[in-house]
């Protein structure tokens, strides 16, 4: 497609992971989402594959953003015994509009790069799985032209260095502004610098946490007409 370039990278801080991210066109909206179960290992890569197939699921019978998350809560909540929860940020983007329907449900608040860098305005809502009955806020922005939404685990933002230093979500957005200004804002090129900067950083440190990122850059018309 022209339309729209998307580029997603996943590394397990073990030989199996709790991060996840997923996408997919149906009737011209892209679906998306980015998740973070607690804890590693294979236990928390299992709740992992368990809510990937819940968002392919329940996303095939709704485009609201809302009532994907508060179904996968539903399901995820019922007899949850290891009392494991799921960080998630659901995104629908009709790519015919621009629109962006969204719910984060206790997320790390995704980038919107576009000729400058912003955090996008996140409502707060509980993490998945915590608890049944729980309502979750949907909301919207017009994604432009030339665009990009920018995902992320707290792998990313969290990553310590062998002083116990983090990363911070400051070097993420210092990062992304420098990319703008240098022409180099395209989706592989994001994620791959910050792939090299988090990896400079952390040094001889153990990966202390599954790292997950997702960039969406989107063109309009745009894109469709050249």
């Known amino acids: 497609r022209n339309d729209i370039d998307i580029y997603g990278f996943l590394k397990p801080a073990k030989d199996v992971g709790g991060d996840l991210f997923d996408f997919y066109i149906h009737n011209e909206k892209l679906f998306f989402c980015v998740g973070d179960v607690s804890g590693k290992g294979v236990p928390a890569s299992l709740v992992m594959a368990v809510t990937r197939s819940l968002f392919r ?7 609201e953003p809302d009532q994907i ?26 790519l015919a509009s621009g629109l ?10 995704p980038l919107i790069i576009g000729q400058e860098v912003s955090m996008l305005e996140c409502n707060p809502n509980l993490p998945l799985g915590v608890m049944t009955g729980v309502t979750f806020e949907k909301q919207e922005m017009v994604i432009k032209p030339q665009t990009t939404v920018f995902l992320y685990t707290d792998g990313l933002n969290e990553a310590e260095n062998i002083r116990h230093d983090q990363f911070d979500i400051e070097r993420v957005i210092d990062l992304a502004t420098s990319l703008v200004k240098e022409g180099q804002d395209q989706p592989t090129i994001i994620i791959e610098k910050m792939t090299e900067s988090v990896h400079a950083f952390v040094g001889e440190a153990e990966q202390s946490d599954d790292l997950t990122m997702l960039a969406i850059k989107f063109f309009g018309k745009e894109g469709e007409k050249e």
């Open 100 to 109: 962006m329907d969204y719910c984060n449900a206790g997320h790390n608040n």
């Open 69 to 94: 998350a508060y179904t996968l809560n539903e399901a995820l909540a019922d007899g949850n015994e290891t009392s494991m929860f799921v960080t998630a940020f659901i995104g629908v983007l009709d």
């Open 57 to 63: 699921n329940i996303s095939a019978h709704t485009s």
